[in-house]
């Protein structure tokens, strides 16, 4: 997990199923980017 300025995360998806990092919670003050480090199951 990353904490960063909405700002900056504005460039990421929100789909958790696109294979790469995406932001959790967008839009809100909780916003933060989730990088998956192995594959989903």
């Avoid at 990353?2 to 460039?11: W, Y």
């Avoid at 990421?12 to 919670?25: E, L, R």
């Avoid at 003050?29 to 480090?37: D, E, G, K, Q, R």
């Amino acid at each position: 997990m990353i904490i960063a300025p909405t700002e900056l995360l504005e460039a990421f998806p929100t789909d958790p199923h696109n294979g790469g990092p995406y932001v959790m919670w967008k839009g809100t003050p909780y916003a933060h980017l989730m990088v998956p480090i192995g594959a989903r199951k």
